[in-house]
């Protein structure tokens, strides 16, 4: 099918201008002004921008967590992504301790095939014998892998402690693989978990006590010197405090290659939330890392616009309040996640390009294309270009939306941002050329999702190689000393 998107102003993190996107099948073939194409289906992007479909490079659809799943699949999940504007997520394999991660994957690759959108998965480290090893590097080869996650807090379930970090942070090294890290410390997570509530802190406010920000910024500062020592670029996720985003800025400032991810729930939304007098409300926010002071939130804006972080995400993973309850008695039975997918765009759209903290350019690099970098899926994703795949979204930015549960088509019966309205939003949303959200209707698929193959990173580690290498220690040559 031809579709040609017309009148708009096309975005892209290289700049912004007034053109119409020709698009043949699932990819873009043209992008100019004054595009013509006889017999093409013709959507009217007057007043609109229209820029790349959203990258969120960090959700967990159907996530099996804390002894139950995340309530969100894959077909729910994209399709709610798709109503927000975004059209890739890289998604989260974590194999159990002791599980073939390569096993692993291939559940998750069964449980993704029902996306509507497209979609690729990073793969967790959480256990390390010699077949770990060997997997990587199947995984790097011939599965399209080429990130691994690291988990620093969960102790006693999925941690990895900092031998598992440095066996794979090397085995990455050897592959080209990019290492991203939950940056907590897991042993002080766990300590300060057993105090609080050994004092009689039971409810959702004992979370946030027992994940100080020190805590990250321990565990952010000892990756990225791991990293650092053993000449591996690294990616934090979920990047939520002034401790972490502090080490992240002077790694940067000394030329070290390291990449952090923000929230778009960390930028706005604050810890008063736990102190919420309805457990249900105050319990939906428990995630990890916990929402911060105030002050973080500023703090975190700035590494936004200043380029410190690169990438906006959601952590995406849903649990239903039923679900949440497994925590009643105790804070730290309560699975840890929020909702987030479908909102991301319009919450950074609305406290971002509307505030003048961004503009749209630095918008589509926040929201797509630095993810489609860091993550080597560009030009293919990320960028509207002759040859790219077709994942565009129609933004029209006086488009108003008041978000709700009752409304949202995020599979969770709450949703973290309820009764706060923005402005712009997406109009229309197509995936590899087929229009999957318009009219304020879902359009999805069950399987017109594919998966995504990302490449290792064979030039840029040649960089680092240098890097490494310029640092290489000498002997010195002496004489043997006499007797
Ligand atoms: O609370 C969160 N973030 N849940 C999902 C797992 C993780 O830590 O990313
Ligand atoms: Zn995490
Ligand atoms: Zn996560």
Not at 212 to 235: C, D, F, M, T
Not at 472 to 479: L, S
Request: aromatic share 8%; glycine share 8%; proline share 5%.
């Amino acid at each position: 099918m031809t579709i040609l998107i017309k009148g708009g102003t096309v975005v892209n993190a290289t700049g912004e201008s007034r053109a119409d996107v020709l698009i043949e099948g699932e990819t873009i073939a043209a992008v100019g002004p004054n595009l013509q194409a006889p017999g093409a289906r013709v959507i009217d992007a007057s007043g609109a921008y229209v820029m790349p479909g959203g990258i969120d490079p960090h959700t967990h659809m159907q996530l099996p967590f804390m002894g139950t799943v995340a309530s969100e699949d894959f077909f729910t999940g994209t399709s709610a992504a798709a109503a927000g504007g975004t059209t890739t997520i890289i998604d989260f394999v974590i194999p159990d301790p002791k599980e073939n991660i390569l096993a692993a994957y291939k559940k998750w690759r069964g449980w993704a095939e029902k996306s509507a959108a497209d979609y690729s998965l990073h793969v967790a480290i959480t256990w390390w014998d010699n077949s770990v090893y060997e997997d990587m590097g199947t995984l790097v080869k011939d599965h399209g892998v080429n990130s691994f996650k690291h988990f620093m807090a969960y102790k006693n379930a999925i941690m990895a402690d900092d031998e598992i970090l440095v066996s794979s942070f090397m085995r990455a090294r050897e592959l080209g693989a990019l290492c991203t890290v939950h940056a907590e410390n897991g042993e002080l997570v766990f300590r300060l978990q057993k105090e609080i509530f050994e004092r009689g802190i039971t409810g959702p406010e004992g979370h946030p006590l027992s994940r100080p920000p020190e805590v990250e910024g321990e565990a952010a500062n000892r990756a990225i010197r791991i990293a650092e020592v053993l000449g591996v670029p690294v990616y934090l996720v979920h990047t939520s405090c002034i401790d972490a985003l502090e080490a992240v800025t002077r790694a940067r400032l000394e030329g070290q290659r390291v990449f952090a991810e923000v929230l778009s729930q960390h930028l706005v939304i604050d810890d008063s939330v736990y102190r919420n007098p309805d457990w249900n409300h105050a319990a939906h926010y428990v995630m990890s890392p916990p929402f911060r002071p105030k002050e973080h939130q500023a703090a975190l804006w700035r590494g936004l616009q200043a380029g410190v972080l690169q990438t906006t995400a959601t952590d995406h993973c849903c649990f239903c309040t039923p679900q949440k309850q497994a925590g009643l008695e105790d804070f730290r039975k309560i699975p840890n996640g929020t909702n987030g997918v479908e909102d991301r765009m319009g919450v950074l759209w609305h406290h971002g390009v509307r505030t003048g903290r961004l503009t749209p350019s630095e918008f589509v690099a926040v929201t797509s294309t630095n993810a489609a970098r860091i993550f080597n899926i560009h030009p293919k994703k990320g960028v509207l270009a002759p040859g790219a795949d077709a994942d565009v979204v129609v933004w029209d930015p006086a488009k108003t939306r008041t978000i709700s549960a009752k409304t949202h088509h995020q599979n969770i019966d709450f949703n973290i941002y309820e009764g706060m309205t923005t402005v712009g939003a997406a109009a229309v949303t197509l995936s590899r050329g087929r229009v999957l959200w318009e009219n304020d209707k879902l359009q999805t698929e069950k399987g017109w999702g594919k998966y995504v193959n990302r490449a290792p990173f064979a030039d840029y580690w040649g960089a680092q190689k240098i890097r490494n290498e310029l640092a290489t220690p000498t002997a010195v040559k002496r004489e043997k000393p006499k007797k």
